[in-house]
């Protein structure tokens, strides 16, 4: 009987395309994967970006349509992905987890960027970090995504989803957002402000965090609420279960619309006395891991945070304890 051959690895290489550093880490990727056996796989236009640069690569790359960054079942090439490398900063990761939405790839991300919370490795560490996707010596984490639903009179107008946060914000500058805001049925509190940021744990350290909301360990299971420049006495941040249900009303009094983000991306438009909903998604985002290190410390190198006078173990000394 004939022995039909395993079919070679896909790996999926997302990159931010406008950047030269990223360009040439994308051919050196694509590269070193074609070389192992592995087959790259670009979206058609990065591919002809990176030739636009380098000129035509010397080796084979799959590609598929790029149709802006939305993903969906009109993508049957991305079924079969072992993973995609993300070579770029959080906005990049950001992107690509949009575009691989529903087909549970897990994203590698290489920072090109500057803070880069979500990337795994660095641009220096590039060959190391193939290796080790050739190797398989990688874990995957899921981290939580919310799901974001408008409704207006009634009606849904809009259904979305986000990785780290949805901002509902003013969209006129001359004029505060009359807001509500509700937990699980119930009213919070009402109040003028620039907008609401309802995040995961995931984006604790983004929009949130500058917006004076919590970190939150990615660990920990929650739904955060964190006003942005409220006037009011009571605007504390919120952190919620993760069963529960956060909703802002756009007060329609006042007849001032908004205009609600997610991630940063896909603006949409809404009414005043619109009503926005977020719980959490039954899709997470699942992010490859190369490392254990605890998020603390990578709180403390990604924020360059001061840790001067600390007497605390030493690596070595917890190490001892871990395995003790």
């Given amino acids: 009987m004939q022995e039909h051959s395993e079919s070679p690895r896909r790996v999926l290489v997302l ?23 592995i087959v790259p796989v670009m979206r058609d236009r990065d591919l002809d970006d990176v030739e636009n640069a380098f000129g035509e690569l010397p080796f084979p790359v799959e590609t598929l349509p790029s149709h802006g960054d939305s993903a969906g079942s009109d993508k049957p090439g991305l079924d079969n992905i072992d993973l995609g490398m993300v070579l770029g900063g959080d906005g990049t990761i950001l992107r690509a987890a949009e575009y691989v939405r529903g087909h549970g790839i897990p994203l590698l991300g290489v920072n090109l960027g500057h803070v880069g919370f979500l990337a795994e490795s660095e641009r220096s560490d590039l060959a190391e970090t193939v290796a080790r996707v050739v190797a398989r010596d990688y874990t995957v984490e ?27 914000e003013k969209a006129d500058r001359e004029r505060m957002l009359e807001v509500a805001v509700e937990v699980d049925a119930r009213p919070i509190s009402a109040f003028g402000c620039d907008g609401i940021v309802m995040a ?57 619309p908004g205009v609600l983000w997610c991630d940063g991306r896909r ?58």
């Avoid at 990159?15 to 192992?36: E, F, M, P, S």
């Avoid at 609420?225 to 006037?231: F, Q």
């Avoid at 952190?239 to 249900?245: K, L, N």
């Avoid at 009503?275 to 290190?293: H, I």
């Fill in 142 to 168: 899921e981290r939580m995504s919310i799901d974001v639903k408008v409704w207006f009179e009634d009606q849904l107008i809009y259904h979305t989803w986000a990785l780290n946060e949805v901002a509902v």
């Fill in 15 to 37: 990159a931010h395309t406008g950047r030269n550093d990223a360009l040439k880490a994308a051919l050196q990727t694509c590269k070193a994967l074609d070389t192992a056996g």
């Fill in 200 to 256: 995961t744990p995931t984006g604790s350290t983004a929009y949130s965090f500058s917006a004076g909301g919590p970190v939150v360990w990615p660990e920990v299971e929650a739904l955060l609420l964190t006003p942005i420049s409220a006037h009011a006495l009571f605007t504390k941040p919120l952190v919620v279960a993760p069963t529960s249900v956060l909703a802002v009303e756009l007060v329609n009094r006042t007849d001032t």
């Fill in 267 to 324: 603006p949409f438009d809404i009414p005043s006395g619109a009503r926005v909903e977020v719980t959490r998604s039954p899709e997470p985002v699942r992010l490859v891991r190369l490392n254990d290190t605890p998020f603390a410390e990578r709180l403390v190198r990604k924020f360059e945070l001061p840790t001067q006078g600390w007497r605390g173990p030493t690596k070595a000394e917890l190490g001892a304890q871990e395995g003790a």
